[in-house]
T-cell receptor
Framework: ETGVTQTPRHLVMGMTNKKSLKCEQHLGHNAMYWYKQSAKKPLELMFVYSLEERVENNSVPSRFSPECPNSSHLFLHLHTLQPEDSALYLC?????????????FGEGSWLTVV | AQSVTQLDSQVPVFEEAPVELRCNYSSSVSVYLFWYVQYPNQGLQLLLKYLSGSTLVKGINGFEAEFNKSQTSFHLRKPSVHISDTAEYFCAVSDQGSSASKIIFGSGTRLSIRP
């Protein structure tokens, strides 16, 4: 069992659809993250949750809506996305939100918006 | 930290040859430095990190990196690469005492190993 599990691994959605990405961590960590990874771009941090409270929202469009019901689960709700939102979305966790901590990543969810 | 630069987007090397992946950063305060690796179709995983102490840091899979404060560099090295080292490598930097949300990742260096 991997430490950070993401589902689905692949998702194709139309611009008018509503879908969600799910993340679960089995490491007992208190901080969870959503990153966007696009080709030839640095990793973009989207959201950070610490103890289930959102502590960072890096100017992400409102068509992305995160939810953290408990410290083990993180969702990314998607609606009316654009083709440029197609990317690999990585969920991650760390013991807490301090900068010296190792960040543990899931395998990612490949999103294609058509 | 203000920025991190990985100077090479791609590095091709022959199997069993040595390799160095370059990383430079800029920051007005003391930093923590990381190297992460992403194998095909996987997420990132930590190779090694520098927090304090010895400037030579040893990581997994035979990799090591040296923190050079005067040159603001944290280059990654391996004396002899294997086919299984084919992956993308990311350098990252964060300011000491800050939040993990302030970690900045480089654009990545794709290491391809030729037999």
């Amino acid at each position: 069992e991997t430490g950070v599990t993401q589902t689905p691994r692949h998702l194709v959605m139309g611009m008018t659809n509503k879908k969600s990405l799910k993340c679960e961590q089995h490491l007992g960590h208190n901080a969870m993250y959503w990153y966007k990874q696009s080709a030839k771009k640095p990793l973009e941090l989207m959201f950070v949750y610490s103890l289930e409270e959102r502590v960072e929202n890096n100017s992400v469009p409102s068509r992305f809506s995160p939810e953290c019901p408990n410290s083990s689960h993180l969702f990314l709700h998607l609606h009316t996305l654009q083709p440029e939102d197609s990317a690999l979305y990585l969920c991650a966790s760390s013991p807490d939100a301090k900068s010296e901590n190792t960040i543990y990543f899931g395998e990612g969810s490949w999103l294609t918006v058509v | 930290a203000q920025s991190v630069t990985q100077l090479d987007s791609q590095v091709p090397v022959f199997e069993e040859a040595p390799v160095e992946l370059r990383c430079n950063y800029s920051s007005s305060v003391s930093v923590y430095l990381f190297w992460y690796v992403q194998y095909p179709n996987q997420g990132l995983q930590l190779l090694l990190k520098y927090l304090s102490g010895s400037t030579l840091v040893k990581g997994i899979n035979g990799f090591e990196a040296e923190f050079n404060k005067s040159q603001t560099s944290f280059h990654l090295r391996k004396p002899s690469v294997h086919i299984s080292d084919t992956a993308e490598y990311f350098c990252a930097v964060s300011d000491q005492g800050s939040s993990a949300s302030k970690i900045i990742f480089g654009s990545g260096t794709r290491l391809s190993i030729r037999p």
